[in-house]
């Protein structure tokens, strides 16, 4: 058994999306790990049909942060996206000779999982970074040091 996982993750799901997994992983590639803006401008600006489904999702999964936790939407980063293949809708095309082609109609099913920035950067070993506060013995310092620097090129 697992060990539970005390990060807060968002998620929202689409199922029976009509589409193939292949082709909604093509643009989810895009958007995993990116901020919620980021990811945004680039399902935005992506030709790719399966782009507005996903952005659909991405909505849906900010709209439960908002919601249901008090998350600021615009501080949560993409953590986990993937598409899982749904049912496949089996249709006949006749042809010549009273023969008969299979049509596949694939679906998939789409899920985004949101996590706040600041937890995903430590989940990955990184510290985020936070301003260095000076002393008033290191401000006066280096203070004298830029005077020289500013005679030496003078």
Known sequence: MAPPDDTMKVRAQAKWVRTSARKA???????????????????????????????????????NAEANHGLDGDDLVVEAAYA???????????????RVN???????????????????EEGRGRRPRQPKEQTATEAS?????ARKRKEAVA
């Open 25 to 63: 992983r093509l643009v989810l590639d895009h958007i995993r790990g990116r901020t919620v803006p980021e990811a945004r401008t680039i399902l935005a600006f992506t030709p790719r049909a399966a782009a507005t489904d996903i952005e659909k999702v991405l909505r849906s999964a900010v709209a």
């Open 141 to 145: 310092a280096s203070k004298p040091k």
């Open 102 to 120: 299979r049509i596949r109609k694939r679906t998939c099913h789409v899920t985004v999982v949101l996590a706040p920035q600041e937890r995903l």
């Open 84 to 98: 899982d293949e749904g049912p496949t809708l089996k249709r006949w095309k006749p042809r010549a000779r009273g």
